[in-house]
C-alpha cells in the first residue's frame, strides 16, 4: 500500500502559479511511476506529467512549457509547478503512484479564473 497526500490547490488569476505537492508514505525508490492526473466537470481524467523512478518525465502537450514536475527524494515527495495557469486547467488534480499497484491520492482542487 501507499498513502498519498496532496496539497497545494486553490484559486489563482490567469497567468498566476500554483505549486501542488504530494507526499507519499513510501520511499520513491520502491515505487517506479510517480505522476499527477486531472479531471474537470464532464470529463476524463486525463494524465498531466509523470515521473519514474529513474527521473524520466513525460509532460502532456496541453501544458508543456508551463508546467514541470519534480521531486525530492529525501522526503518522498512530487511536486507539479504549474506557471501560467489557464482557466482551462481548472480541475481537481490528483496524484499517482505505481508500485505493485496502482495508488491514487484524495486529489486537490485547482480553480484558475479569468
Known amino acids: 500500500q501507499v498513502q498519498l497526500v496532496e496539497s497545494g490547490g486553490g484559486l489563482v488569476q490567469a497567468g498566476g502559479s500554483l505549486r501542488l505537492s504530494c507526499a507519499a508514505s513510501?520511499?520513491?525508490?520502491?515505487?517506479?511511476?510517480m505522476g499527477w492526473y486531472r479531471q474537470s466537470p464532464g470529463k476524463q481524467r486525463e494524465l498531466v506529467a509523470t515521473i519514474s523512478r529513474g527521473g524520466s518525465t513525460n509532460v502532456a502537450d496541453s501544458v508543456k512549457g508551463r508546467f514541470t514536475i519534480s521531486r525530492d527524494n529525501t522526503i518522498n515527495t512530487v511536486y507539479l509547478q504549474m506557471n501560467s495557469l489557464k482557466p482551462e486547467d481548472t480541475a481537481v488534480y490528483y496524484c499517482?503512484?505505481?508500485?505493485?499497484?496502482?495508488?491514487w491520492g484524495q486529489g486537490t482542487q485547482v480553480t484558475v479564473s479569468s
Open positions: 513510501r520511499s520513491f525508490f520502491r515505487i517506479d511511476v
Open positions: 499517482q503512484a505505481i508500485a505493485v499497484g496502482v495508488f
